[in-house]
């Protein structure tokens, strides 16, 4: 006998119509969490994340030190909670960049003419045709290793696409009804671009620039393994990641706590960025 199609539960039918599901919550917690390690990180520990004591050095996690200690016996939990202000705030910060460099370029792309596209979208060109941890070690090695520098190097890297998206957008934008209604009342081009093209240009702007959050945090992080980015003792994920490389086998918890905070950090803003554009789109997450 079959069930009534409105008797019917389960995940499949939680699923089509919306029920609740675990990862939007868990994702924004996490963040939740971050945004208090960037903030106040004494609310989360008391301990220095640059105190050394060599009596105790490479202790496994335990009750004394959750997260164990490194080889110079700084604890590594405090050292993972403060390196959330040196990791998460450099990938916004580029990414805020990347974004307000990208309109400068790709909104006169837009608005300005043939001429002025032309130039500027050609000089993105060879730009994109750069990898984009190529282009941001290209910037280091002009400008030299050190916090401000990277976040410099991985905003570089990200303006050509944001650029191509903002004009993009933009020339959508400017061909709008409202924009020739707003035109025809007689206000100023200025106060058009400023009241009407740039908010609607933004708008959309908001899913692509959560996500390259998270790209940002990945690739910040790469540089500090490399021993580009923030400088020592500073504690950043990506360098004690790679500080602890070569003790995986008798210290594994160096190198997995801070890889495990840099994977939950981006795998949260993922979530939350595709949900937001699921929402932008009125449409719900399959």
């Known amino acids: 006998m079959s069930v009534p199609a409105a008797g019917r539960t389960g995940p499949a039918r939680l699923a089509r119509t919306g029920g609740p599901r675990p990862g ?14 960037c903030a106040a990180p004494g609310l989360l520990t008391e301990v220095s994340p ?8 490479l202790l496994p996690p335990g009750p004394d030190h959750w997260f164990g200690t490194d080889q110079l016996g700084r604890d590594v ?13 450099l990938g916004i910060g580029a990414t805020a960049l990347g974004v307000l460099a990208g309109l400068l370029i790709g909104l006169p792309s837009a608005l300005l003419g043939r001429a002025a596209d032309q130039v500027a979208m050609r000089g993105m060109d060879v730009l994109l045709a750069l990898p984009e941890m190529l282009l941001a070690l290209l910037v280091i090695a002009v400008a030299g290793p050190g916090s401000v520098n990277a976040l410099l190097a991985i905003a570089v ?7 191509r998206l ?18 025809a009342l007689g206000l100023r ?9 740039v908010p609607n240009t933004l708008g ?18 790469a540089l500090s393994f490399l021993g580009i980015g923030p ?56």
């Open 189 to 197: 081009r200025r106060t058009v671009v400023l009241r009407h093209v």
């Open 24 to 37: 939007l919550p868990l994702a924004s917690a996490v963040l939740a969490l971050a945004a208090v390690a």
């Open 157 to 163: 890297a990200s303006v050509p696409g944001y650029a």
């Open 77 to 89: 939990y405090a050292r993972v909670v403060h390196g959330a202000r040196h990791s998460l705030l």
């Open 231 to 286: 400088r020592p003792p500073a504690p950043e994920w990506g360098a004690m990641l790679s500080q602890g490389r070569d003790a995986l086998q008798s210290a594994w918890w160096i190198a997995v706590f801070p890889g495990a905070a840099i994977t939950v950090s981006v795998v949260a803003i993922t979530v939350v960025g595709r949900r937001l554009h699921l929402r932008l789109e009125g449409r719900r997450e399959a």
């Open 50 to 57: 640059t105190a050394a004591d060599p009596l105790a050095a």
């Open 204 to 221: 959309p702007l908001v899913v692509p620039a959560t996500l390259g959050v998270g790209t940002a945090v990945i690739a910040g992080s």
């Open 166 to 183: 903002i004009r993009g957008q933009a020339r959508v934008v400017r061909r709008a009804e409202y924009i020739a209604a707003a035109t």
